[in-house]
C-alpha cells in the first residue's frame, strides 16, 4: 500500500532547470523525514538532499548545495526538488525515499524505509 511516484525528469540543457515532484501514499507522510537520492550508469548511489518532517532542517550534498533547493508540501503528501544550472554531472535517475522520524533525519541512504521507482534526468552539454 506504501507508494512514492517521482515526476518530472527530462532531457535538458547544461544551466538549464528542472522541478522534480514525489507523491506518496500509504503512510503519515508528515512523520517521515524525505530524501532525494540518484544513480548515473556505473556510479554508486548518491545522496543528493533530505528534508525533516515540518520543513525546518535541510540537508545537502557539496556537489548540489546553492544549485538545488528541496522542500515539502505536508498538506499535499509531496516533496519537491528544484533543480537549477544543471550540470553534465548531474545526469542519474533521481529517487525519492521516505525514512520514519525516530532519532532525526539524515542524508543516509541506508537508513531510509521506502523508495520509490525513479525519474529520469538527462543534461546534455
Known amino acids: 500500500q506504501v507508494q512514492l511516484v517521482e515526476s518530472g525528469g527530462g532531457s535538458v540543457q547544461a544551466g538549464g532547470s528542472l522541478r522534480l515532484s514525489c507523491t506518496a501514499s500509504?503512510?503519515?507522510?508528515?512523520?517521515?523525514?524525505m530524501g532525494w537520492f540518484r544513480q548515473a550508469p556505473g556510479k554508486e548511489r548518491e545522496e543528493v538532499a533530505a528534508?525533516?518532517?515540518?520543513?525546518?532542517?535541510?540537508y545537502y550534498a557539496d556537489s548540489v548545495k546553492g544549485r538545488f533547493t528541496i522542500s515539502r508540501d505536508n498538506a499535499k503528501n509531496t516533496l519537491y526538488l528544484q533543480m537549477n544550472s544543471l550540470k553534465p554531472e548531474d545526469t542519474a535517475m533521481y529517487y525519492c525515499?521516505?525514512?520514519?522520524?525516530?532519532?532525526?533525519?539524515?542524508?543516509?541512504?541506508?537508513?531510509?524505509?521506502?523508495w520509490g521507482q525513479g525519474t529520469q534526468v538527462t543534461v546534455s552539454s
Open positions: 500509504g503512510i503519515t507522510y508528515s512523520r517521515y523525514c
Open positions: 525515499a521516505a525514512k520514519v522520524s525516530w532519532l532525526g533525519c539524515s542524508l543516509s541512504a541506508t537508513e531510509y524505509n521506502y
Open positions: 528534508i525533516s518532517t515540518g520543513g525546518s532542517s535541510l
